[in-house]
């Protein structure tokens, strides 16, 4: 196996505005250099739904930013974290917010095209939970129509949810598409309660990105290892799975992040040998 090891946008960085997690704007260039220093070979950008048309995935010529910072740096941008879908739901009862998402998501298919994105991660946790049937049914149709652009333009729609094992399944199978797969958080799992082995033996081989943090049963992000994530048992099922996509580092950040990061990827380092 040979996994590429990224970071998830803003984890190398002062925070912006204060927020835990957050597209850096005005100085998300800088984050690229510090990667490459440290061996990434990639970030996760964020498409955050507060200052979005100030995002380069949408801004014109943003993309072709991007790709003169991934250029410079050898450091690409492979999958992207919508975190837009967060605050605006595909499946918000609100028709006008469910169409002006549903056109966002049809412009990062197109932006993501042009960068040679593989992934576009979906989150639907928290107050984008697929809570009901109901709800489940308006993510379903309003998926529905967005998936042609995906296939057409070969990227895949990875949805990072709450739902046991089963109920994911069930989800994935509602669609008739490959390009409709699973984003896997091990410490938001671990958060949850859910085992690993359980989850990687029902849906595995349709995860294609994975985040790396840790939690504790019911509560917030800690630094790695200090949590209820399982990393031995999981690290050595996704080598049994073979799974390819990349590991992207989401860990515990500070208020600058860079040394609390660096520490926390060392501490990864076995993890990811034995992984390729």
């Not at 790709?67 to 050898?74: D, F, I, P, Q, Y």
Request: net charge negative; aromatic share 8%; with cysteine.
């Amino acid at each position: 196996m040979k996994n590429k090891i990224g970071v998830m946008q803003g984890r190398l960085l002062p925070k912006y505005q204060g927020r835990y997690q957050a597209h850096p704007v005005g100085y998300w260039q800088k984050e690229f250099g510090i990667a490459k220093k440290m061996g990434l070979g990639c970030i996760e950008f964020i498409l955050d739904y507060n200052d979005s048309r100030q995002n380069p995935l949408l801004r014109k010529g943003g993309t072709e930013e991007i790709l003169e910072v991934c250029g410079s740096t050898a450091v690409s941008v492979d999958t992207i974290c919508a975190d837009y879908f967060m605050e605006a739901p595909l499946h918000a009862m609100d028709e006008s917010v469910a169409t002006e998402s549903r056109e966002t998501l049809t412009n990062l298919l197109k932006a993501s095209s042009e960068l040679g994105v593989t992934d576009i991660v979906i989150p639907c946790v928290d107050q984008a939970s697929l809570h009901n049937k109901k709800v489940v049914d308006r993510f379903v149709s309003q998926m529905r129509m967005v998936l042609p652009d995906a296939e057409r333009q070969g990227i895949n729609l990875s949805l990072e949810t709450d739902l046991a094992p089963q109920s994911i399944v069930n989800l994935l199978d509602r669609f008739d598409s490959k390009r409709v797969t699973v984003n896997y958080d091990i410490g938001n799992s671990a958060a949850l309660g859910y085992d690993p082995i359980e989850e990687l033996d029902a849906y595995g081989n349709r995860i294609t990105d994975i985040h790396i943090k840790d939690r504790v049963l019911g509560g917030e992000p800690v630094v790695l290892g200090n949590g209820n994530a399982q990393f031995e048992k999981f690290f050595k099922k996704i080598r049994k799975i073979n799974y390819e996509g990349p590991l992207i580092m989401q860990a515990y950040r500070d208020d600058e992040g860079v040394e609390v990061f660096k520490e926390q990827l060392n501490w990864m380092a076995s993890y990811f040998n034995s992984v390729g």
